[in-house]
């Protein structure tokens, strides 16, 4: 998928790059599948279908829970369950993008802010220090860190608001619905990563194309 629609935003304004860090930061398919379908196959229910993944991918905890366990009325025993399981064992199997680590040296060295706007909330601190990415991003904003997580514009609300920066100056860069909407209502521009069917001001296929939408070669 080429590199598109550069033209519409005006890169001389950016100052800070915000990511998502599912599908975005990290290929988490397989950990995340696993983890649900441990959950899931605790309380006796089939695996994840595509489309059921498709949503969870998106959603908060709390959202996925309450899709997944409809009839149950308390959560209790669910969340007792996720607390002796963890999500540790499962980060093993997120798989960092290819050419993260340069892209986000390549924006420390150009003077851009780098960080992360994510629907996780307790597990985003373990995958940052077990990846070993905990210094490479300025600001960490999370599901629990803001009252209404995405699709709502909080989190890149909190992000401006820290940081001092104008929508305008922003990049976010996701992959679902969610992300779309967030940024729409937030105002910034979006970059869809790996996903032509939404609405952004650029479709990128990989971080080098981060990279070649900021010019960030130029300034080496």
Not at 135 to 151: G, I, Q, Y
């Amino acid at each position: 998928m080429p590199l598109s629609n550069k033209l519409e935003i005006d890169i001389k304004k950016i100052k800070a790059v915000v990511f998502d860090c599912d599908g975005v930061l990290f290929d988490t398919a397989q950990a995340n599948r696993m983890y649900y379908n441990t959950l899931l196959d605790h309380f006796g229910k089939p695996d994840l279908s595509d489309e059921q993944f498709r949503l969870v991918h998106m959603f908060t905890v709390k959202e996925a829970l309450d899709y997944l366990f409809p009839e149950m009325d308390s959560m209790e025993s669910v969340y007792a369950f996720m607390k002796d399981m963890g999500y540790h064992s499962f980060i093993q199997y997120m798989n960092a993008e290819s050419g993260l680590n340069e892209l986000l040296e390549d924006l420390s060295r150009c003077g851009y802010a780098r960080c992360i706007a994510t629907n996780r909330t307790n597990t985003m601190a373990d995958v940052l220090k077990i990846h070993d990415m905990g210094s490479l991003f300025e600001m960490v904003v999370t599901a629990a860190d803001v009252k209404n997580p995405k699709p709502a514009p909080d989190e890149l609300l909190k992000i401006m608001k820290t940081l001092h920066f104008s929508p305008e100056q922003i990049l976010f860069v996701g992959d679902s619905e969610y992300d779309q909407l967030a940024a729409m209502s937030a105002g910034t521009w979006f970059a869809a990563f790996k996903n032509p069917l939404l609405i952004a001001d650029c479709h990128v296929a990989s971080m080098a194309d981060i990279g070649k939408l900021l010019e960030l070669k130029q300034d080496v």
